[in-house]
Protein backbone atom coordinates (compact mmCIF):
# COMPACT_ATOMS: atom_id res chain seq x y z
CA UNK A 1 0.00 0.00 0.00
CA UNK A 2 2.79 2.47 0.27
CA UNK A 3 5.51 4.06 2.80
CA UNK A 4 4.06 6.30 5.47
CA UNK A 5 5.81 8.97 3.78
CA UNK A 6 3.65 8.17 0.52
CA UNK A 7 0.38 7.64 2.30
CA UNK A 8 0.74 10.83 4.11
CA UNK A 9 1.78 12.57 1.09
CA UNK A 10 -1.04 11.72 -0.72
CA UNK A 11 -3.79 11.80 2.00
CA UNK A 12 -2.36 15.99 2.23
CA UNK A 13 -2.61 15.84 -1.11
CA UNK A 14 -6.22 15.68 -0.99
CA UNK A 15 -7.24 17.16 1.44
CA UNK A 16 -5.74 20.30 0.20
CA UNK A 17 -7.08 19.92 -2.94
CA UNK A 18 -10.94 20.07 -1.42
CA UNK A 19 -9.86 23.07 0.78
CA UNK A 20 -7.46 25.07 -2.05
CA UNK A 21 -8.71 29.02 -1.58
CA UNK A 22 -8.97 28.25 2.36
CA UNK A 23 -6.00 30.01 3.47
CA UNK A 24 -5.27 28.82 6.81
CA UNK A 25 -5.52 24.93 6.48
CA UNK A 26 -4.13 25.41 2.60
CA UNK A 27 -0.98 26.76 4.66
CA UNK A 28 -0.90 24.38 7.27
CA UNK A 29 -1.20 21.41 5.27
CA UNK A 30 1.90 22.94 3.19
CA UNK A 31 3.69 22.62 6.71
CA UNK A 32 3.03 18.92 6.94
CA UNK A 33 4.27 18.30 3.12
CA UNK A 34 7.52 20.39 4.13
CA UNK A 35 7.79 17.62 7.44
CA UNK A 36 7.47 14.89 5.39
CA UNK A 37 10.35 16.40 2.35
CA UNK A 38 12.81 16.59 5.76
CA UNK A 39 12.03 12.99 6.96
CA UNK A 40 10.09 14.43 9.96
CA UNK A 41 7.40 11.58 9.23
CA UNK A 42 5.91 10.87 12.41
CA UNK A 43 5.54 14.87 13.33
CA UNK A 44 3.74 15.05 9.51
CA UNK A 45 1.11 12.67 10.93
CA UNK A 46 0.79 14.68 14.48
CA UNK A 47 0.33 17.98 12.48
CA UNK A 48 -1.84 16.60 9.85
CA UNK A 49 -4.24 15.19 12.08
CA UNK A 50 -3.93 18.04 13.95
CA UNK A 51 -4.67 20.20 11.04
CA UNK A 52 -7.33 18.18 10.46
CA UNK A 53 -9.11 17.82 13.94
CA UNK A 54 -8.34 22.03 14.18
CA UNK A 55 -10.30 23.23 11.09
CA UNK A 56 -13.20 20.32 11.29
CA UNK A 57 -11.74 19.16 7.51
CA UNK A 58 -13.93 15.99 6.23
CA UNK A 59 -11.59 12.81 5.63
CA UNK A 60 -13.02 10.90 3.38
CA UNK A 61 -13.02 6.78 4.52
CA UNK A 62 -10.24 6.13 1.82
CA UNK A 63 -8.11 8.77 3.21
CA UNK A 64 -8.40 7.59 6.94
CA UNK A 65 -7.65 4.32 5.75
CA UNK A 66 -4.25 5.63 4.83
CA UNK A 67 -4.18 7.62 7.72
CA UNK A 68 -4.50 4.34 9.74
CA UNK A 69 -2.14 2.11 7.73
CA UNK A 70 0.66 5.13 7.90
CA UNK A 71 -0.58 5.59 11.61
CA UNK A 72 0.43 1.83 12.59
CA UNK A 73 3.08 1.84 10.46
CA UNK A 74 4.66 4.54 12.53
CA UNK A 75 2.90 3.04 15.37
CA UNK A 76 0.84 6.29 16.20
CA UNK A 77 -2.25 4.95 16.06
CA UNK A 78 -2.88 6.44 19.58
CA UNK A 79 -2.64 10.51 17.19
CA UNK A 80 -5.47 9.69 15.36
CA UNK A 81 -7.11 8.87 18.06
CA UNK A 82 -6.62 11.61 20.19
CA UNK A 83 -7.29 13.72 17.63
CA UNK A 84 -10.79 12.45 17.05
CA UNK A 85 -10.03 12.20 13.25
CA UNK A 86 -12.52 8.99 13.41
CA UNK A 87 -15.42 11.52 13.71
CA UNK A 88 -14.87 13.39 10.31
CA UNK A 89 -15.11 10.56 8.29
CA UNK A 90 -17.39 10.64 5.50
CA UNK A 91 -18.50 8.49 2.97
CA UNK A 92 -17.20 7.72 -0.17
CA UNK A 93 -13.53 7.25 -1.88
Not at 23 to 50: C, F, H, M, Q, W
Request: charge should be negative; hydrophobic fraction near 45%.
Amino acid sequence: MGSPENLLRSVAGNIAQRVRGEKPPSTALGSVVALIDNDEVELALDELVRVIGYFRIPVLRAEYERLLVAAERLDSVGSLVEAGVGRLVVGGL
